[in-house]
């Protein structure tokens, strides 16, 4: 009984910014690393950012400089903060988590429902 809500997307111009946020809930022991996919149709699943346990982030070349991933652990919560946002990033946004649960000794990857980003003039 582990789920990812995602929030934040939206509609925005060329140059703007949007805040993405996922939190975890449920019947959790420890979570490893999180981050943010992205997708659009006929694509595949691209890795935009990472981040571990410990603060350790990673990001695909794209949107280095532009895009800023954190957590709150004691939340169990993952952000991204997408500025200077360009055409090209539009997509579905997925935030996923790799979490051990309580009573179960393998850890497992969980995947959020996507948030539409779309970014048009």
């Known amino acids: 009984q582990v789920q990812l809500v995602e929030s934040g997307g939206g509609l925005v111009q060329p140059g703007g910014s949007l805040r993405l946020s996922c939190a975890a809930s449920?019947?959790?022991?420890?979570?490893?690393?999180m981050g943010w996919y992205r997708q659009t149709p006929g694509k595949q699943r691209e890795l935009v950012a990472s981040?571990?346990?410990?603060?350790?982030?990673n990001y695909v070349d794209s949107v280095k400089g532009r895009f800023t991933i954190s957590r709150d652990n004691a939340e169990n919560t993952v952000y991204l903060q997408m500025n200077s946002l360009k055409p090209e990033d539009t997509a579905v946004y997925y935030c996923?988590?790799?979490?051990?649960?309580?009573?179960?000794?393998?850890?497992?990857?969980?995947w959020g429902q996507g948030t539409q980003v779309t970014v048009s003039s």
């Open positions: 981040i571990t346990s410990g603060g350790r982030t």
């Open positions: 449920g019947s959790i022991f420890s979570i490893d690393d």
């Open positions: 996923n988590a790799d979490i051990q649960r309580y009573g179960f000794h393998p850890v497992a990857e969980y």
